[in-house]
């Protein structure tokens, strides 16, 4: 089988993770996954969360600007709420980037992740984790330099892929295309040691068989293995 | 190992399938899952949904009575409007219950399924996508004793159980205790040919491990099986 | 004349109240008059309201599921505001329990009665009245039993009926047919000694005359009783 | 007794209807209960109710410029939503207002009754009903005139007034201070025939007795008259 | 040329401005630029604005009564917001009045200026300023008596006014069917030595060249000093 | 005098314009005054206004990305509405592009220009004034191209910029600092026949004197002059 783009099934997209794109933020990554383009922030506020006496919070916030996709769609704050997709997204990147931080070694403090698609071509929630992730490591690096926390709060490294079954083969990094014409598909988010912090697998058309399951597991753990290196990569470590 | 409930790892909790629970619904359900109480109905409108030309829809919406839980939580109709977390197990109810019905088959019509939790112990979102299903089968016979669809839609049989892994051992139906204190959990939605609707696994207190997913599907295999012979009990068939 | 239902004009519907019905609430209660069933729960929280300094406070939600009724209604909280006629009953059931409440041997504390329709059949904010001061009676003697407050807060006894002008005849306890078909309506909230908390007579097709409107009063006065009667057997006094 | 006023028990306030007090308006009434200030307009709308196949509608809507009253309230378009008091207000003042006029007689048209009030000082919505009554007239008279309804749809007179018991005598038309010190207090909705279109009485601190009921229904009854002979000079009728 | 009112280009409507028009308010007047009528209340709050440490705060709110207009517009109380003119409208009028106020002057103390048009027939928000700077001065004076304030904030007068080219001809004060028509207009405020405040000149059809916009500025120097001579003769200053 | 950045009074930040930034809209603009960066899309929808029989419309949307600033401000899907600062800028824009543009020739066509800062240092509305108006060029081109148009509906050049007053000097094109520091500001749109489209000066500290203003107007004619010529470079024309 050959992908519309001529990507082997267990082919990345080009990755490409900028940092200090922007100036005001304290981690601010443009991160893309071929087309799609998504600005990752890290803000760092003084307040812990209302709802928690100690320790702090790591949260994330997801948008996509209007014309970002193929037809222009309604901007959320116009019709005045955020979708359920949106929601869904955004507490998706929220709780995947808390796995890796001691939420304790944080206190008063809020650090939240806006992840903001500029151009969308597929994968922009594992585009998101993968950038926001790198935004969040500069952003307690700024916090540390600033001497706002007495130890490193961070306690590993977090990526996250979308795998699906395109016509019959299971395949890495699902653009556009292959998304909105594929059987099932999974978002898969891991840590460094390999292990699995969210796994997500939806079919609508066609259900998956258990060893289908475990292809794409398999896929989706090389693809995080390389969005890893390119992590460290643009971190410098 | 054992369970505070006493339950053995694989053991499911009581469940209840009650049909004809109220008597205006064209499919009305109170499912229970030991504690948890969700009353399912399924409602047939004779309209088809305005962003799509032909075919019909089922969809769903997903609700808790303010005090289904251990402390109120505030009224979504008050407070002007449904949260993230609301918003995401109706669309996944939506989804998995789509998975069974052709809707090319329900041309001009809407079925939604309304799943409201009167009482809450762990497991909503299971027992509410479990005992919908029952709600569809009932509203889809209706319609076809009213000769509002010419052929049966439904071709398969839907059913839903969480998974965790409890202070190190991986456990079947989750109640309330053991879910605010697990490690890890997933929801599993599948169809009666063991294949896969929805996969959803989190974890952020303790990543899991391949194999652990592994445990953790097989047990989702087996609490399906027995759910869905009640669901054939409780449907007669 | 003869009601459809076989009743006599001054014959209540079967009345139920089923104590306990859910286990998270200091009371919890399900009523029924007939075919209108209501969950009402009474929720203590250890907090003042925010606008007066001293005393308590006794509020009431009100909701109905989506397919209670006969077709199905928009869900409010995904609609995103309560309905008129959700806060006009809601703030009705407010003050007709507030009656029979000392404020002031409440301080600090809130008490949440909130009725939910889970089946529609005409009456549902009486039947939510009659219902909710047993939820509220069975809060009160757990916040007594736990200490909470000093001297008992109660000092009288609430239920409320409707009456209405069906056809040319006073009769008592609107169901929903006689409701929809009424000339007018009529809601009385009364106490234990017979006298009148709420009068709420709508007149749309047909004003009433004084001595119609003293014959529903008539009317009301005997139902109540009987209702009264009804609460003291389920509460056991 | 006397009142703080000097009225009597069974005084109105000097009651002044003025007519075309705007000039867009079909209808354009100010009505004065003493300090309480409200302008009524009616606006004539070539579409009918979305709901409602045939006929036409009247409707109402209520609103209190911010400093109406002694502190100042908040915009009610600023907060994003209306009161439950102000939509009770607005569904009883269209019931009201609804119930001299054949919908029938007006196919395809909707006339609004917009009550704002300018000043408060008690019975805002009695006062709104007494008014709305003559603009409503005003804007069916010129619908007369521009030919937009072949036969008159109007067929009775409605006005309203407030009674109440304070510190133990039952008084007419209450004033802001009489209002919010009173032991109960009951709007009366009446048609020129002298029946009742809504009764809406109402005890928080103190139950009425039934004799107590019927003085206050005998008072009503008297102001009624009085402000009905004002509407009709007011139309020169 | 002859504009359709027979007034000439330099002329104002008839300006009248009549204080104490409610009797609630700290600050009370109603403005007519002939038949534009607007409300303007100005109520003093004790309590500072929540984003700022020191001083006080004025501030405006703007709304219209749903048939100041020909045709009738929604109540924005309805729709649950307030439209993108009524906000620009509000934050012009407030910050146009904040111009004449040391706000340090008004420790923990707010001023609310709500304008409300009860009749439009063109230039509300300049009527608005002119109308709000009468009712600022009243509360002001009334904050000196209660001896709320130490010294007197007001340091300057505030007036407004629109000019516009209508049929290439340059005018003042446009009333609807002029505004309507125009090919361009502009708001201006102005204060007593002269000066601009806000100069807010808007071209959809016409673009205005700069000797334009020099006549323009002319013709409201001259109106602006005309009212405020109206401000001072209502004042009696 | 000398401004923090080096700049003369009369100099502008550099201007970058970068076309085709983004692959799905129809116009797709990069712009850049100094820090301050835009992205400005044009989408073509083939709709025309619900409110408008004839011609088509163009309108604009703003907002900006939580970290575009200094420190993090809310996302307005959030909070569940947009500002009236936000509202204030985006019809502006609005205006200002119409101005250009014939709508009779786009019949049952929209063109949206969304306007979305990716990170400010001042001056965002002109900076997206000036780009949206390239953005709209291409889309317009795309349109002929795609024969959706018949004729050109084009007929003048946009352009905007800021001035203001700083520290008693009047410069062009004021950064954050100057912005937030400034005596009065004001931001111009004008024509490339050197006419003004919009005028919009405040001054909450300082007012303006007439001399003052037409500095600050001759100050703006030299800019737009400037930015006009990096429209064309950029198209190309």
Not at 145 to 171: C, E, M, Y
Request: one cysteine or more; glycine letters at 10%; aromatic letters at 4%.
């Amino acid at each position: 089988m050959s992908r519309i783009s001529g990507r082997t099934p267990s082919q990345l997209r080009t990755v490409r993770i900028e940092r200090r794109f922007t100036k005001h933020a304290e981690g601010s990554v443009l991160v893309c996954f071929g087309d799609t383009q998504v600005l990752c922030t890290a803000s760092v506020e003084e307040r812990g969360p209302a709802w928690k006496k100690d320790g702090g919070w790591v949260t994330a916030e997801y948008g996509m600007l209007p014309r970002a996709t193929h037809t222009r769609s309604k901007r959320e704050a116009a019709s005045g709420k955020q979708s359920g997709r949106t929601q869904e997204i955004q507490r998706l990147i929220g709780r995947s980037l808390r796995a890796c931080v001691d939420l304790d070694a944080l206190p008063g403090l809020t650090i939240t992740i806006d992840c903001d698609v500029l151009q969308a071509d597929g994968g922009t929630r594992t585009a998101a984790i993968t950038g926001g992730y790198v935004a969040l490591v500069d952003a307690i690096r700024a916090m540390q330099a600033r001497k706002l926390i007495k130890k490193d709060p961070l306690h590993g490294q977090i990526a996250a892929i979308s795998v699906g079954i395109v016509k019959g083969t299971p395949v890495l990094d699902l653009d556009y295309n292959e998304d909105s014409g594929c059987e099932c598909d999974m978002n898969v988010v891991m840590n460094e040691a390999g292990q699995f912090i969210e796994v997500q697998g939806t079919a609508e058309g066609h259900a998956f068989r258990r060893e289908e399951l475990d292809q794409l597991l398999d896929l989706a753990t090389l693809g995080i293995r390389e969005l890893m290196e390119a992590q460290r990569q643009a971190l410098g470590v």
